[in-house]
Nanobody
Framework: VQLQASGGGLVQAGGSLRLSCAAS????????LGWFRQAPGKEREFVSA????????RYADSVKGRFTISRDGAKNTVYLQMNSLKPEDTAVYYC????????????????????WGQGTQVTVSS
C-alpha cells in the first residue's frame, strides 16, 4: 500500500486546513485509516481514525469537536478536516493504513497500522 499525504501548510490560529491521504495498492475498503502527528521533541500521537468495517471513527480528546475524519471510496482517499486550529496543533501529520485493525481501541494505536505515508507539515501561528 502506498500512501500520499497532502494539504499541510501555514495557517493562523482559528483557521482551517484539510489534509488528504490518497491510498493505492490495495482495495481501499479493506483498509482502516488513521492520522497521527508528531511535534518537535515529542512522541508520535494519535489524532483520528476511521475503521474499515462500519466506518467507526475515533478522535483524540485534544481534537474532538474541531477535527473530522472521512473517507471517499471513489477517490481512495481519507480526509482530515481541521477547524479552529491552535498553535499546539503544529506538527508533522502522518496518515496510516491497517489491514487488520478492527476494534475501536486498536484504531488509536500506532503499532496497529501496517503502512505509513510520508507526512505533511502543519504549522499554526498564534
Amino acid at each position: 500500500v502506498q500512501l500520499q499525504a497532502s494539504g499541510g501548510g501555514l495557517v493562523q490560529a482559528g483557521g482551517s486546513l484539510r489534509l488528504s491521504c490518497a491510498a493505492s495498492g490495495r482495495t481501499f475498503r479493506s483498509l482502516s485509516l488513521g492520522w497521527f502527528r508528531q511535534a518537535p521533541g515529542k512522541e508520535r500521537e494519535f489524532v483520528s481514525a476511521i475503521g474499515r468495517i462500519g466506518g467507526t471513527t475515533r478522535y483524540a480528546d485534544s481534537v474532538k469537536g474541531r477535527f473530522t475524519i472521512s473517507r471517499d471510496g471513489a477517490k481512495n482517499t481519507v480526509y482530515l478536516q481541521m477547524n479552529s486550529l491552535k498553535p499546539e496543533d503544529t506538527a508533522v501529520y502522518y496518515c496510516a493504513a491497517g489491514v487488520t485493525v478492527d476494534s475501536a481501541y486498536y484504531l488509536t494505536i500506532a503499532r496497529s497500522y501496517d503502512y505509513w505515508g510520508q507526512g505533511t507539515q502543519v504549522t499554526v501561528s498564534s
